[in-house]
């Protein structure tokens, strides 16, 4: 079973769309798919009401998911850790303890846009619009990443 974590630093906005957007393509029963937040700001939350919308208009039920914090045990929990950003994968290669764990961490733009070391931008602050935005991207992401599993497995 291969196993997926999507991190952004709330664990409301994005991650939860990179979650349920990934989980909508693959068959469950084959890849295990989660996601987690750099800070604690919002452990147990469910996610932002915005992300919760954006994904209904897509016929994408996200929820039931709760917010928690990334922890050191994730690197032994997943194969494959991917973060939405440039900070957010500062805080998390910093958390890495081998370079093994280090190797497993991917900014998930660079499934789209390959090297350009993309951010996908905090909608949180920002109106409706970006959350559209967010949404397309992590479409567009999600596709190529099951492009590559299935390749894979
Ligand atoms: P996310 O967005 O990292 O995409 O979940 C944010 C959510 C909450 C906060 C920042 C970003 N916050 O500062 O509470």
Redesign the pocket.
């Given at each position: 079973m291969m196993r997926v974590l999507m991190v952004?630093?709330?664990?409301?906005?994005?991650?939860p769309l990179a979650e349920g957007l990934l989980k909508s393509k693959l068959d469950p029963n084959k890849v295990f798919v989660d996601s987690a937040?750099t800070s604690n700001?919002?452990v147990n939350d469910a996610p932002?009401k915005r992300s919760i919308a954006i994904a209904r208009k897509h016929n994408l039920d996200i929820s039931q998911q709760r917010g928690r914090q990334f922890e050191v045990k994730d690197f032994d929990r997943f194969d494959l850790i991917y973060v939405?950003d440039n900070s957010n994968y500062k805080d998390i290669v910093k958390l890495a303890r081998t370079n093994q764990d280090k190797k497993k961490v991917h900014l998930i733009l660079n499934e789209l846009f390959v090297d350009e070391n993309a951010d996908v931008p905090?909608?949180?602050y920002g109106g409706d619009h970006g959350f559209q935005h967010v949404y397309s991207l992590l479409d567009e992401a999600t596709d190529e990443i099951i492009k590559k599993i299935n390749k894979d497995s």
């Open positions: 952004c630093l709330g664990n409301i906005c994005r991650s937040g700001y919002h932002d939405m905090d909608p949180y």
